[in-house]
């Protein structure tokens, strides 16, 4: 999988986010803690779980995609995040 497949631009969280409220100003932050939270079997709120599904971040089932589990790895493991 390209990194094209998994990246996300600022834009476009900014879009996926609009008109939610969630208390933090990082939401690429907020969206790889929840992909590893779901990897690990704990539970998110119904509004991050339908955001990470309707991208394709989980399967409908909350399972962590290959490309979900790559944005998560991208976003703690390279220095244009702050990993």
């Given at each position: 999988m390209s990194p094209e497949e998994y990246e996300l631009t600022d834009e476009q969280i900014s879009d996926i986010f609009k008109n939610?409220?969630?208390g933090v100003a990082n939401h690429r932050k907020l969206l790889a803690c929840s992909?590893?939270?779901r990897a690990a079997g704990y539970h998110c709120g119904h509004t991050i779980t339908t955001i990470m599904c309707n991208i394709g971040m989980t399967t409908a089932d909350n399972k962590p995609t290959e490309k979900g589990l790559k944005f998560c790895c991208d976003h703690f493991y390279s220095s244009r995040h702050g990993g």
């Amino acid at each position: 999988m390209s990194p094209e497949e998994y990246e996300l631009t600022d834009e476009q969280i900014s879009d996926i986010f609009k008109n939610t409220n969630f208390g933090v100003a990082n939401h690429r932050k907020l969206l790889a803690c929840s992909i590893l939270k779901r990897a690990a079997g704990y539970h998110c709120g119904h509004t991050i779980t339908t955001i990470m599904c309707n991208i394709g971040m989980t399967t409908a089932d909350n399972k962590p995609t290959e490309k979900g589990l790559k944005f998560c790895c991208d976003h703690f493991y390279s220095s244009r995040h702050g990993g």
